[in-house]
């Protein structure tokens, strides 16, 4: 027996998984490469299912169902996979669609829809859209899908930013209103226009609502919401606000 076994071996089993369930899976891979135990640690059910029902607890849900499901770990690496798969399928959407570096709210709202769809749960938005490489438009509709589909708190959300070090990224969120009514006579349209970072939006940081606004999207009042990042410039709007 060499040393790492031996080590182990003076830890009690029950204690041994407990501090295998309480690592990331990064940890514990490199936890395996110290001996054999820890490698069939690793391979134990008895870790592998705590870290699919954190990470994908309403799938999670539909599994256990089946009291005889076995093969956690490999049914963990099989979903992350597909997790990555689709992530990237969101990606080259929301690029392709913000070639100008805008994109309308209809598809920005199309993407949150999909991660919804797939049931991306909050690891799998970190790990594959809170990427700093990422342009801010997929920070955004990672942040949305926290905050208004898997209702996170908004404490939760800025840790993520931060730890990502995406949080100072910033938007220009800009959006028209169709004038109101005064006796009788229709005002002239209103534009507003908002330049906020991801923090500020995730605690709401701004008096006008604007995740708001862009998660109801184009309906009512509102004519058209366009997001852009900082610094960028779009002839659709500059044509609408010089006519």
């Not at 027996?1 to 295998?20: C, E, F, P």
């Not at 009291?67 to 690496?77: D, R, V």
Request: net charge neutral; hydrophobic share 40%.
């Amino acid at each position: 027996m060499n040393q790492s076994d031996h080590t182990y071996s003076s830890i009690h089993n029950d204690v041994a998984l407990k501090i295998a369930s309480s690592l990331t899976v990064s940890d514990l891979s490199s936890l395996s490469c110290c001996s054999r135990v820890w490698r069939e640690i690793w391979d134990s059910d008895c870790v592998w299912e705590p870290l699919f029902k954190q990470r994908w607890p309403l799938l999670y849900e539909e599994i256990v169902k089946d009291h005889n499901f076995k093969g956690w770990k490999a049914f963990y690496i099989k979903q992350h996979k597909e997790m990555r798969d689709q992530a990237e399928s969101i990606i080259k959407f929301v690029e392709q669609c913000s070639k100008s570096e805008s994109l309308q709210v209809n598809d920005h709202l199309k993407a949150v829809e999909c991660l919804k769809s797939m049931r991306f749960g909050f690891e799998d938005v970190q790990m594959l859209l809170f990427k700093p490489k990422l342009n801010v438009l997929l920070n955004l509709v990672g942040l949305h899908y926290c905050l208004n589909i898997l209702r996170l708190p908004a404490s939760d959300v800025k840790e993520a930013l931060e730890s990502n070090e995406i949080s100072g990224r910033q938007v220009n969120v800009k959006w028209w209103k169709l004038g109101r009514w005064f006796y009788g006579f229709r005002m002239r349209d209103e534009f507003h226009s908002r330049c906020l970072s991801l923090v500020d939006l995730a605690t709401l940081k701004d008096d006008a609502d604007v995740l708001g606004v862009i998660h109801r999207g184009a309906i009512h009042e509102v004519l058209q919401v366009q997001i852009s990042i900082v610094n960028s410039t779009s002839s659709l709007w500059l044509n609408q606000s010089s006519q």
